[in-house]
């Protein structure tokens, strides 16, 4: 059974930073394309940003140039820094697991990010 596990949630002020940490169990970390999803209020789930097994990363454009994605194989975790973060940042960020091998597909339970003075 795969497991992912968010941290790094929080209250910050806009243009503040914060990193959110995903660890995973129960999977080849190495084979699974990683992500981040946000869902604000009213509004639908969408991605932020993902991580291939190559390494190679892309990100909604709402998010480019402020933050970074990045895996860590040995560490089973994949990671999403957020800089110059703005109220509409604001949501629940889920990461999300996908087997290269299945296509199967695992989410984290979520972690609340507010951006508010």
């Known amino acids: 059974q795969v497991q992912l596990v968010e941290s790094g949630g929080g209250l910050v002020q806009p243009g503040g930073s914060l990193r959110l940490s995903c660890a995973t169990a129960g999977t080849i970390f190495s084979l699974n394309n990683m992500g981040w999803y946000r869902q604000a209020p009213g509004k639908q789930r969408e991605l932020v940003a993902g991580?291939?097994?190559?390494?190679?990363?892309n990100y909604a454009d709402s998010v480019k140039g402020r933050f970074t994605i990045s895996r860590d194989n040995a560490e089973n975790t994949v990671y999403l820094q957020m800089n110059s973060l703005k109220p509409e940042d604001t949501a629940v960020y889920y990461c999300t697991a996908v087997q290269i091998r299945s296509g199967m597909r695992a989410w984290g339970q979520g972690t609340q990010v507010t951006v508010s003075s």
């Open positions: 991580v291939t097994v190559s390494g190679g990363a």
